[in-house]
């Protein structure tokens, strides 16, 4: 893991912990807690060879296969001014990730504008859009067997909606408010 360059304290954080393979081992904490417990269901036994050829499409190398997955949903969409740059920051956060020996793995949900939609029939959407969203984080998360979440609101409905989904799929999340 290269360590040069200025440091955030969330890479100073991912850092602290050691990362260790021996010859095809799934990698290691520093605790001897196995890192990538959840995406190795499709990355590891032969016998997921389909799974595994759709993961080198994505332009994963054979040493990514060992390394944890980080899902990063961002609730990026460009009709909202508060959402409209979350894409790049999910792409400063995927540098930080794929930085710190992990691979980070960028997914959208959708958003609502209470500010757009007030006073319309627009705003019997907003509301129900936090369970969109939390559904959505929680369908990528576990279909794509991601060993954590690290979520991007811009919102005050996407919010809940992350907190919901770090819930239901109980594994290491962050949110970064966008």
């Not at 360590?3 to 001897?32: E, H, I, N, V, Y």
């Not at 080198?56 to 899902?71: F, I, L, N, R, W």
């Not at 969203?133 to 067997?145: R, Y």
Request: aromatic fraction near 6%.
């Amino acid at each position: 893991m290269q360590r040069t360059g200025a440091s955030s304290p969330m890479r100073k954080t991912l850092l602290q912990r050691t990362f260790a393979t021996s010859g095809g081992d799934s990698p290691k904490a520093a605790d001897g807690v196995r890192i990538n417990r959840y995406s190795a269901t499709v990355t590891q036994p032969k016998a997921r060879g389909a799974s595994q050829a759709m993961l080198y499409a994505t332009g994963m190398t054979e040493e990514d296969m060992d390394k944890p997955q980080v899902g990063i949903a961002s609730m990026w969409w460009e009709g909202n001014p508060c959402n409209m740059h979350l894409l790049d920051l999910a792409g400063e956060v995927k540098k930080g990730v794929n930085a710190a020996g992990l691979v980070g793995l960028r997914f959208n949900t959708i958003g609502v504008s209470d500010g757009i939609s007030m006073g319309t029939d627009g705003m019997s959407y907003s509301l129900q859009s936090r369970d969109l969203i939390a559904d959505s984080i929680e369908t990528v998360m576990g279909g794509q067997w991601y060993d954590a979440n690290i979520c991007i609101p811009g919102c005050d409905k996407n919010m809940p909606g992350c907190v919901i989904a770090m819930a239901r799929v109980n594994r290491p999340s962050l949110m970064v408010y966008g």
